[in-house]
């Protein structure tokens, strides 16, 4: 693994972090949201019946794409990790190559043979193990897509459940609103964080 690749892969988990930490104020005003249509379409009465089960749906959305997030972070956490582990394990292995070169012709050179070798397979289990957790890591995201378009789904609903509350209707289009712009963020973000980890994949070919 190059310096370069290395950076890549350093920038990338950052800017997933930070994507992910947008992610989770997003899912936190959707929750928000949801009580305070839950509120609105209390006072409503009969007006807004149609819409109190949809104040249940969005609440429970963002629940789930909080503990999307949660399980996302921790696995990012952990591949900020493995790229530690891996640019250590590279820096050894480089030192080994040098010195093993350097000693080609002394009389006991070949005994680096075999530290070199052993340092070659880790890194090679530490790209492994990489890869295997940014696969797992796409997986994740794309898991987060499934609420934000469910979401968008149920904004389209709540506007016309809210076109028959009467006095209540901007109160209840504005949480509508509110939910559809969330549901359109969480996507970009998510956008994002998987345009970062394909990054580390052009980087790694």
Known sequence: MSVSQTKSQFVAVASIAAELS?????????????????AIAFRAGEKAK??????????ELAKETIQLVNDINTHALHLYQLTVNEYRMTEACNKFEQVYQM??????????EQPLNNARQKMAECR??????????????????HPARAARVIAANSRIEASQAGEYLQSLQAVAESVDHAAQTIHDKV???????????LADQ
């Open 128 to 145: 492994k193990n990489f890869n295997i957790h940014v696969g797992q890591l796409l997986d994740q995201l794309a898991e987060v897509m």
């Open 191 to 201: 956008q994002k964080c998987r345009s970062a980890l394909s990054v580390i994949d």
């Open 103 to 112: 000693s080609a012709d002394a009389p006991y050179g070949r005994s680096m």
């Open 22 to 38: 947008a992610v989770m104020d997003v899912a936190k005003e959707i929750s928000l949201a949801a009580a305070n249509a839950k």
């Open 50 to 59: 149609g819409f109190q089960p949809i104040t249940d749906f969005i609440n």
